[in-house]
Nanobody, 126 residues
Framework: QVQLVESGGGLVQAGGSLRLSCAASGRTFSSYAMGWFRQAPGKDREFVATISWNGGRTNYADSVKGRFTISRDNAKNTVYLQMNSLKPEDTAVYYC???????????????????WGQGTQVTVSS
């Protein structure tokens, strides 16, 4: 069982930055690919970024490529999402998720993620 707790959300002006953190419990965190997803009001949850178990591979949604960076620190059981040049359309609840397939590749499809955090709100004002 893995528990995920996100933090770092808040209100920021357009063009600003935020760094989200996701702290994971469990000894097997270092073998899991991790992902960030987001859900805006009235919209479906969508993929944002994913990172492989060792941090060697990453993948991003086109809408955030070049602005967001996903990273992880396995010694701290934490995955991060650095968000720069934020836009109002980035406003959403952001969720981190873990894919419990050991040493699997980073995947953008939600159906492969087994564990989810409770989400953290990011609001970008214009």
């Amino acid at each position: 069982q893995v528990q995920l707790v996100e933090s770092g959300g808040g209100l920021v002006q357009a063009g600003g930055s935020l760094r989200l953190s996701c702290a994971a419990s469990g000894r097997t965190f270092s073998s899991y690919a991790m992902g960030w997803f987001r859900q805006a009001p009235g919209k479906d949850r969508e993929f944002v970024a994913t990172i492989s178990w060792n941090g060697g591979r990453t993948n991003y949604a086109d809408s955030v490529k070049g602005r967001f960076t996903i990273s992880r620190d396995n010694a701290k059981n934490t995955v991060y999402l650095q968000m720069n040049s934020l836009k109002p359309e980035d406003t959403a609840v952001y969720y981190c998720a873990a894919d419990s397939n050991p040493l699997g590749p980073p995947i953008s499809a939600m159906r492969f993620y087994d564990y989810w955090g409770q989400g953290t709100q990011v609001t970008v004002s214009s």
